[in-house]
């Protein structure tokens, strides 16, 4: 399965962004992870199921709950992430990943597929 990103950018705190991403095939759950300067890889956000995003399961981790928006189409294999209220703290190289699971993976070790990075960056 291959993913491709795309989005990202640079905006100021306060700011939104929006990611995309397309799997070349049906993987049973997709999701973000991002790598912030000098720190390890962390889970953002998934989406787990089939059809439309109004009945799909969505995880965030905690530092994104309230700002981010994950959705997607099962049918069509696209994802996408929503970022609002952005913190400088939210920078970072933001990765597609997909795996055949319905159960989120929040560890990088879960994830089967991984999509090139795509940049975002928050300025204070």
């Known amino acids: 399965v291959q993913l491709q990103a795309s989005g990202g950018g640079m905006v100021q705190a306060g700011g939104s962004l929006r990611l995309s991403c397309t799997a070349s095939?049906?993987?049973?759950?997709m999701g973000w992870f991002r790598r912030a300067p000098g720190k390890e890889r962390e889970f953002v956000a998934a989406?787990?199921?089939?059809?439309?995003?109004?009945?799909?399961?969505?995880y965030y981790a905690d530092s994104v709950k309230g700002r981010f928006t994950i959705s997607g189409d099962g049918a069509r294999n696209t994802m996408d992430l929503e970022m609002n209220k952005l913190k400088p703290e939210d920078t970072g190289v933001y990765y597609c990943?997909?795996?055949?699971?319905?159960?989120?993976?929040?560890?990088?070790?879960?994830?089967?597929?991984w999509g090139q990075g795509t940049q975002v960056t928050v300025s204070s």
């Open positions: 990943a997909a795996w055949q699971s319905l159960q989120p993976a929040t560890r990088s070790n879960e994830v089967a597929y």
């Open positions: 095939a049906r993987t049973f759950s």
């Open positions: 989406i787990s199921g089939s059809g439309r995003s109004s009945i799909r399961s969505t």
